[in-house]
């Protein structure tokens, strides 16, 4: 049965592969791909048992600086009384492979593949895996910038399958799972799930403030980033500075699609 999102399982590549890679950083973008997703770059996370993480993405002055982004493994039994050590930072959750439950104010959650969680800020949530199945999931986290007279928004879970897909205007090959409002301003942070038909395009290079996590959940495309093309491919990660260039042509033969993280509805920070 062929997955719907792809999700990393480690390993190690055998001694006979070659080192070239598509894995590069520069001054404006980066792209982690799938192949360097190995064991030996996990980390442990404290209070978390039976798990590990790939860390995709954290603050780095000069580069992005507004959140980070992890791809947590939990294996049965494993998960977490204290997930979250920051009051400051919301979180959102994606499961990408198997089940996870999630338990706030009392309430229990479970989140098959496909399931989404947003956690605000100075929320005690724990996470555990009680199935018999390995899961795997992303964890982007950004410290929550409140603003005086509006509220911070509320918890909530929802999936990828409840939430139908927004066409961008007269572009029905172009669409976005919108998990929140765009005009709701409660929320500093949106991450949604974009969507190419095959063929589609972003006809113009987007050159925008708002900083980027990508990660690619199925299909192929060839990406502009700055002046680069790149080819991408389900289970990389394309990590965006602000005002970086970036378009796309979706390659097919299936839907090209991707996690999209990116921050919203608040003024510039003048340091």
Known sequence: MTKPYYSPVG???????????????????????????????????????HSRAWILARPLSGFAETFSQYIVEVLPGGGSDKPELDARAQGVLFVVEGQVQVELDGAVHTLETGGYAYLPPDSAWQLYNRSAEPARFHWVRKAYESVAGIAPPEAFFTSDQAVAPTPMPDTPQWATTRFVDPADMRHD???????????????????????????????????????????????????????????????????????????????????
Request: proline share 7%; hydrophobic share 50%.
């Open 11 to 49: 390993g190690l590549p055998p001694q006979s592969a070659l080192l070239s890679d598509r894995a590069m950083f520069t001054e404006a973008y980066a792209v982690l791909p799938k192949g360097v997703m190995r064991d030996i770059v996990t980390s442990a996370l404290p209070f978390w048992e």
């Open 189 to 271: 942070m949106h991450v949604n799930i974009v969507t190419f038909a095959p063929g589609a395009v972003i006809p113009f290079a987007e050159t925008h403030v708002m900083e980027h996590g990508l990660y690619v959940l199925e299909g192929k495309a060839v990406y502009r980033l700055n002046q680069d093309w790149v080819e991408v491919e389900a289970g990389d990660f394309m990590w965006l500075r602000a005002f970086c260039p970036q378009a796309c042509y979706a390659g097919g033969p299936g839907a090209f699609r991707y996690l999209l993280y990116k921050d919203v509805n608040r003024h510039a920070r003048l340091w």
